[in-house]
């Protein structure tokens, strides 16, 4: 029964850290939308948050907050990619190019793809701090099994959450039949990409890992 109650504490806090609008689940969203590379898409999220969901459980995450440097690199790195994304969304926004047909271009390039997903994935100093600090560090309120039962509770909802999330988009599709949902969607997207690379260069992060 600790076990139990432990797994279910661990999904719990990990659905409400990620299941939240971010650029990993727009990005997501879109793939899934589009019927392209979605389990490649989906593979990579989710392994990406096992691997640092366990990691933080094992302790890394206090390594973690002892490295500034590497926090303060991953802020301007990862504000340059949503920046560099975002202005990609506005051009599909501003040209009508988007819709729920891949490009020939797209739906062969699984690389271009699995470097996006990894991009979003890796270039995010909140993934670290949301995976490998704040899960790790409400894993040490339990003790042995009960604790990698937390981990494997966490895990749990990350795979569920992003296969639900990118195998479940194609219930929207018939909302994005009409080309000005996808204008919309872009425009959207462009607008958020371009606030968080610009709350990632305000937003302290080494202060909120020193709070966490």
Not at 117 to 126: A, I, K, Q, S
Not at 129 to 157: H, P
């Amino acid at each position: 029964m600790i076990s139990l109650a432990a797994a279910s504490a661990g999904f719990a806090a990990s659905a409400g850290l990620i299941i939240a609008i971010g650029a990993q689940n727009a990005f997501v969203l879109r793939q899934g939308l589009q019927r392209c590379h979605v389990a490649l898409v989906v593979a990579i999220c989710a392994c990406g948050d096992i691997a640092f969901i366990l990691a933080g459980v094992a302790g890394i995450g206090a390594l973690v907050q002892r490295w500034p440097a590497m926090l303060l690199a991953l802020r301007f790195g990862g504000a340059l990619f949503l920046a560099a994304y975002g202005l990609m969304a506005a051009l599909r926004a501003w040209h009508g190019s988007g819709g729920l047909a891949p490009t020939e271009a797209q739906q062969s390039n699984r690389r271009r793809a699995a470097l996006a997903c990894l991009g979003f994935t890796v270039l995010n100093p909140h993934v670290y701090l949301d995976t490998m600090v704040l899960l790790g560090s409400l894993s040490t309120q339990y003790a042995g099994a009960a604790r990698w039962a937390f981990a494997a509770g966490a895990c749990g909802a990350s795979l569920a959450w992003f296969t639900a999330l990118g195998f479940g988009a194609r219930l929207m599709q018939p909302i994005f039949r009409k080309p000005a949902a996808w204008r919309i969607l872009d425009a959207s997207v462009a607008a958020f990409m371009f606030s968080l690379s610009a709350l990632l260069l305000l937003d302290p992060l080494e202060t909120l890992a020193q709070a966490s």
